[in-house]
């Protein structure tokens, strides 16, 4: 724990070799144990690997995984991702074709553990971040399409995201690659949820 709180100032001071490997020993500490990113987060170390992600530093590829675990953490590492402008990050990862799933996935489980305030829904349901999903779910590439159906379909299944069911429906049954009975498979889904 200790180790945790210690470790996030040396993000800030120390050149990119140190940056380096204090994030590799924070996720190995924090990859297995959702209290350990809940403290990470916590002690101030989502705004730095926003930094890392967004400013295409080196460090951007080791920053990645840190800040995608973080959803699946506990609801205080979502809060704190919602008041740092986590939920843009991962818009913005849908243009990652290496990193756009696990965002997909990062944001629907934001979404899913939205708390009663319903800000993660009020976030998404902005025309900008539904322009992003949209476009993301168009030109998805065939061989990620598979990976995307679970998440988007946890997002088009929330209350208020019914108005994507009827696009991404329509989309899914018009399919002519192989992935087709995949997608209708998920169209039943939805048709019984």
């Known amino acids: 724990m200790d180790l945790i709180i210690a470790s996030i100032p040396v993000l800030i001071t120390f050149a990119e070799f140190y940056c380096l490997k204090v994030l590799n020993a924070l996720f190995?500490?924090?990859?297995?144990?959702?209290?350990?990113?809940?403290?990470?987060?916590?002690?101030?170390?989502?705004?730095?690997?926003?930094?890392?992600?967004?400013?295409?530093s080196p460090?951007?590829?080791?920053?990645?995984?840190?800040?995608?675990?973080?959803?699946?953490?506990?609801?205080?590492?979502?809060?704190?991702?919602r008041a740092h402008g986590g939920l843009d990050v991962y818009l913005s990862l849908l243009d990652d074709v290496v990193w756009s799933v696990t965002a997909l996935d990062s944001i629907a489980v934001c979404l899913a553990h939205d708390n009663d305030n319903h800000k993660v829904e009020q976030a998404l349901l902005k025309k900008d971040a539904v322009q992003k999903l949209v476009k993301f779910f168009q030109c998805c590439p065939e061989q990620q399409f598979v990976h995307i159906l679970e998440p988007f379909l946890k997002i088009i299944t929330y209350e208020l995201f019914s108005s994507f069911y009827s696009f991404i429906h329509y989309q899914l049954l018009s399919l002519t690659h192989e992935w087709q009975s995949i997608g209708q498979l998920n169209c039943e889904k939805m048709n019984y949820e």
């Open 59 to 81: 460090l951007k590829s080791h920053a990645l995984p840190l800040l995608c675990d973080m959803a699946h953490a506990s609801r205080n590492s979502r809060e704190q991702l």
């Open 28 to 56: 190995n500490l924090c990859k297995i144990n959702k209290r350990r990113q809940e403290q990470a987060a916590e002690n101030g170390i989502i705004p730095h690997l926003m930094n890392f992600i967004m400013s295409d």
